[in-house]
Nanobody
């Protein structure tokens, strides 16, 4: 399963960005898709995840209602809408997918990864 992340860029504090994670052209046969992020000098951390075929998403505590994950099954794409961005949200954002139905919040729970897209929040 090949994933293609896009949508990163430079945004001012308080601004918004929408990231996209495009799956393969054929059926996106995974169970769950997630977004992780990795800031310089830090470990990769969980942001949010959603089951491909429906259900409530999961969010990290730091999201605090600012981010929303959504999927478009017709386009094989998962989106991450990020609002009220803060400088501490600066990181490379990765989308990941898994066919596993068990754990979901650790990078090791996902076997497919996109290349990452850089989000910089700065004035």
């Amino acid at each position: 399963v090949q994933l293609q992340a896009s949508g990163g860029g430079l945004v001012q504090p308080g601004g918004s960005l929408r990231l996209s994670c495009a799956g393969p052209g054929r059926t996106f046969s995974v169970y769950r898709v997630a977004w992780f992020r990795q800031a310089p000098g830090k470990e990769r951390e969980f942001v949010t995840a959603i089951r491909w075929y429906g259900g409530s998403p999961y969010y990290a505590d730091f999201v605090n209602g600012r981010f929303t994950i959504a999927r478009d099954t017709a386009k094989n794409t998962v989106y991450l809408q990020m609002n009220s961005l803060k400088p501490e949200d600066t990181a490379v954002y990765y989308c990941a997918a898994t066919r596993s139905t068990s754990y979901w919040s650790s990078p090791s729970d996902y076997e497919y990864w996109g290349q990452g897209t850089l989000v910089t929040v700065s004035s």
